[in-house]
């Protein structure tokens, strides 16, 4: 029984430090920056959005080869 009450009181606390920080830190950051004037001008020449489309699925693809790594080290197949 004592488990389920430490298990309660790091999960009521847990809650209480989540709910004390900022919702982003990068908030403020963001709403500056989508005001500049030429963005929309840097963007033309610098396709940011393209951009992390790319990196988001060579992370994506990375991740699941190391995955897939860990979980064959782990079953055994590989010996390395």
Request: overall charge negative.
């Amino acid at each position: 029984m004592t488990n389920v009450s430490e298990f309660g009181i790091k999960v009521l606390l847990l809650t209480v430090v989540i709910t004390m920080l900022p919702s982003s830190p990068f908030s403020n950051f963001a709403y500056l920056v989508s005001n500049l004037p030429y963005l929309s001008y840097l963007n033309w020449f610098l396709p940011i959005s393209e951009i992390l489309v790319v990196i988001e699925g060579w992370l994506v693809i990375v991740s699941a080869y190391y995955g897939i790594l860990f979980v064959l080290n782990y079953v055994g197949i590989l010996k390395s």
